[in-house]
């Protein structure tokens, strides 16, 4: 999140503008940033539904990060940013449920074998 507001030089008179869409590089890696969140949501034990979850999460920080770049001249808000780390968080969360869900089948089977 701090990545996203350097490098800290808010302007708070500048017109409010959002530009449609980066880079492919921009899109890997709002993608990619946003995994880990999606990870730790889906192996969090409090989660009852962690991609949906995540996806909601995910996309308010990200709504909040883009907001905020909006008074730091040198950022460009951008809406693909909010749906790439949004994606990325539903991404790692789906991935951090399969984990889950191979990790306890492993371990529940171990236990019907030794146990």
Same mark, same amino acid.
């Given at each position: #999140?701090?990545? $996203? !507001?350097?490098?800290?030089?808010?302007? /708070? *008179? %500048?017109?409010?503008?959002?530009?449609?869409?980066?880079?492919?590089?921009?899109?890997?890696?709002?993608?990619?940033?946003? #995994?880990?969140? $999606? !990870?730790?949501?889906?192996?969090?034990? /409090? *989660? %009852?539904?962690?991609?949906?979850?995540?996806?909601?999460?995910?996309?308010?920080?990200?709504?909040?990060?883009?907001?905020?770049?909006?008074?730091?001249?040198?950022?460009?808000?951008?809406?693909?940013?909010?749906?790439?780390?949004?994606?990325?968080?539903?991404?790692?969360?789906?991935?951090?449920?399969?984990?889950?869900?191979?990790?306890?089948?492993?371990?529940?089977?171990?236990?019907?074998?030794?146990?």
């Amino acid at each position: #999140m701090v990545a $996203g !507001l350097y490098p800290f030089d808010f302007d /708070l *008179a %500048r017109t409010v503008r959002f530009y449609p869409i980066g880079t492919w590089d921009d899109v890997v890696e709002n993608i990619v940033a946003f #995994m880990p969140f $999606g !990870l730790a949501f889906a192996l969090a034990p /409090l *989660a %009852r539904r962690p991609c949906l979850a995540t996806a909601i999460f995910c996309t308010l920080l990200a709504l909040c990060i883009e907001c905020l770049q909006i008074f730091i001249p040198q950022r460009f808000p951008q809406i693909s940013d909010v749906i790439c780390n949004a994606a990325g968080g539903w991404f790692g969360a789906w991935s951090g449920s399969r984990l889950g869900r191979a990790r306890s089948e492993a371990h529940r089977s171990s236990r019907s074998r030794y146990g």
